[in-house]
């Protein structure tokens, strides 16, 4: 009796688990030689303390207008959120769980946040590009694309923080979006804050400055594609603004 009650809740716990683990997130960043843990998904918000805006799923934003798209679901700020201090210039890298896509572009964004990044609505920041890495060699299906880069570099990305770039607080948002269904796009958004401090002036201009949603469309050329149709193809238009690098 008690043990099959045990298996049962086995069972249950186990039924769970590939759901979590076909998709993910951020679980944890390395500004220079300083380590941040992540929010921990699927548990309670309360008692938890990160420099990461709350998120609680693994799994993705399908839709590239979904209002969650800014800083995930739900993008909250932690009744103890924190935000890392870090210097201009500086490099910064976000380990994702295990991920099981390599077929997608990996984008990192910034937006300055001008009344303070905790309790900042994140549909309303102005988001540009810092980094970005598509189809970097092959074809669609065969080919290196910046997620599979991650995946080979221990599920990890790193990005420099454009080292002109005026302090002030500023949210991060490290996005990947797995392309390897041909029905849908998957967005896996995920924002973190940060104070930025240096003696940078530039800002980017307005052309390259984004909201989520609004950013992407689903006529996107890179967010509504087929990549097995197109199998030979050996371009790749990413989505959003042009990069822009301080
Ligand atoms: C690989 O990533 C984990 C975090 O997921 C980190 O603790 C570890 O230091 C990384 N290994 C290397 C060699 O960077
Ligand atoms: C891709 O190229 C291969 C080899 O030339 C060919 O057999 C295949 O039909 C092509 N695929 C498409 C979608 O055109
Ligand atoms: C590749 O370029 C061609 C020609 O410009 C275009 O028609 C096609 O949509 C592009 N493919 C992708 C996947 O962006
Ligand atoms: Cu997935």
New binding site residues.
């Given amino acids: 009796m008690q043990l099959s009650l045990a298996l049962a809740s086995l069972a249950a716990v186990v039924s769970r688990l590939p759901q979590v683990s076909a998709h993910g997130g951020v679980l944890s960043y390395k500004f220079g030689s300083a380590t941040y843990q992540g929010f921990v998904p699927y548990n309670t918000p309360v008692g938890q303390s990160s420099i990461q805006r709350e998120w609680d799923t693994y799994n993705p934003i399908t839709d590239p207008t979904d209002p969650s798209l800014s800083c995930n679901i739900n993008g909250a700020t932690l009744a103890e959120q924190l935000s890392a201090t870090v210097a201009a210039g500086t490099q910064v890298t976000a380990y994702w769980n295990a991920w099981p896509h390599t077929i997608g572009p990996v984008m990192v964004y910034m937006a300055a946040c001008p009344s303070g990044c905790t309790n900042a609505d994140t549909s309303t920041l102005e988001f540009f590009k810092i980094d970005q890495a598509g189809l970097i060699s092959g074809d ?1 299906v065969t080919g290196l694309w910046g997620m599979g880069e991650l995946v080979q570099n221990n599920n990890s990305w790193t990005s420099t923080i454009p080292a002109s770039l005026a302090p002030g607080e500023y949210m991060i948002r490290h996005e990947l979006l797995a392309i390897h269904t041909s029905d849908q796009p998957q967005f896996y958004p995920e924002c973190a804050q940060l104070i930025l401090t240096g003696s940078g002036t530039s800002t980017p201009s307005s052309s390259y400055l984004v909201t989520f949603p609004g950013a992407y469309s689903a006529s996107d ?2 967010v509504t ?1 087929d990549i097995y149709s ?1 199998e030979n ?1 050996t ?3 990413i989505p959003g603004p042009a990069v822009w690098s301080g």
Avoid: S
Wanted: negative net charge; charged residues 10%; aromatic residues 12%.
């Fill in positions: 669609l050329p890179g594609i197109n193809e371009n790749y238009t």
